[in-house]
């Protein structure tokens, strides 16, 4: 809102009545509305004043259709969203409101540098819960940002504020206003919501939230807003939305935490719909410094894949080249640490590595061949299995599948019956804890173990033992 405007409405209706609340205190205004404490008897509540400029500028009828949404979340309340009171227009004024509840609180974003790391965690679980909360109401919010969300003094509760945008899901004919303009805070859009290209369904509406989700987190972790250094001009920040893949990371915060926000920043959205679930932000982080406490392998496996995009001769050669040289790279990582890990633990008999030459440029595989030995209590041969799969080469999301097997000497292994083990963005530590359970799984299942003279092909698929 026009700061003069702004001025002069406050001196107009400080102390005023809208409606029967009083207006006490002026609080502050926002690009569409000034906010003021108000009283109704024994009730205390911050009232929203929409600019009545803007209100005829997009449409009277628009803003009443949002007001009443807001209206129909009075009296269903979630403890980290903001509880709605009352809400409609003051006929004599000539002015539409809406009512919550008061909270004298900072908003994160002004203390994001000051959040505690461990309260990260709680912090994101408690938003997305509320975010999570409106889904089940058959809405979404399409703004969350660290500005509308409130923290107390003791960064313990978290609320998320400001529901003036919320919409149903997949309701045709919406009286929304919005129709292909964009409503929400660009910084913090995902690209389909950006171009106004998002499918209009829970599960389209939901992965704009977790990108949301994930810009939070972003800051959480960074300590300073997403896409700070392309803020302008206004175009550049439009390309990073569209191309830039932030860089997250910080050696103070888990990893996993790192790879959720990385796995919900995913410009492709139906990538981000199989990364990431609702859980993904209620689970407490793995034990990352203990391989023996923790063999939890497999990812969940979402059933939604990326549909690829077309391209032509050229573009799709340029994909191709740089897809296969991803693939390579994070396939020459992963034998490094599994290499490195045999080598420092002194557990593992010498090994060989044989690569499976693949035909398509977005998949590697290889395998770990230990020979039978006395010495470390293998019976037979133990053949570990890795395949790598490009999910998205500029984010570096990969899916990684596992198996293993004890064969007779001579035995080949193939890149069939693999469990997921890892699938998003790569973050080394991450996937270095994942590598290792597999292999010392590998290892404690295959010592136990003898083929028996019947084995088909005298091979013996080892189940690991999963948690």
Known sequence: MDSVRATRMTNELLNQFINDWQLVEYCGAGKSALVFKAV?????????????????????ETQKARI??????????????????DGGEDIDKQLLYVAMEYIDAPNLADVIEDIPRERIR??????????????????????????????????????????GVIRPCGVSGLTDG???????????????????????????????????????????????????????????????VKYEVPKIEAPDVSPEL??????????????????????????????????AGSKERIRKRLLVAAEAPSFDDAEAEQKERLTRRVANEIQAKLQEIVRQECLESGLFPPLVIHEFVSESPNTTGFAIRFSASKKFGLHHDLCVNFRVQ???????????????????????????????????GYLEAVVKERLQQVLYSSLDCAQLLQIPDNAPDGVVVLALEEG
Request: charge should be negative.
């Open 40 to 60: 109704r008897g024994d009730t205390t509540a911050a009232i929203k004043l929409f600019d009545p400029e803007l209100v005829e500028k997009f449409g009277k």
């Open 68 to 85: 009443e949404r807001e209206r129909e979340l009075i009296g269903k309340g979630h403890p980290h969203l903001i509880n709605i009171i």
């Open 122 to 163: 709680p912090i994101i679980a408690q938003i997305a819960s509320a975010a999570k909360f409106l889904e089940e109401l058959n809405l979404v919010h399409r703004d969350i940002k660290p500005d509308n969300i409130v923290i107390d003094e003791k960064f313990e509760t978290a609320i998320l504020l400001d529901l």
């Open 178 to 240: 919005s129709g292909k303009f964009f409503v929400g805070t660009l910084q913090y859009s995902s690209p389909e919501f950006l171009f106004r290209t998002e499918e209009d369904s829970t599960e389209g509406w939901r992965a704009v939230t977790f990108y949301q989700l994930g810009a939070v987190l972003h800051d959480l972790i960074m300590r300073k807003r997403i896409f700070t250094e392309f803020q302008d001009p206004w175009a550049r920040l439009v390309e990073a």
């Open 258 to 291: 790192i790879l959720l926000s990385q796995n919900c920043l995913q410009k492709d959205v139906n990538l981000r719909k199989r990364l990431v679930t609702w859980d993904d932000f209620q689970q407490h982080d793995k034990n990352l410094s203990s391989v």
């Open 390 to 424: 490009i999910l998205d080469y500029q984010s570096k999301a990969i899916e990684i599948g596992s198996s293993a097997h004890l064969c007779n000497s001579g035995a080949s292994s193939t890149l069939e019956n693999l469990n997921t083990i890892f699938e998003g």
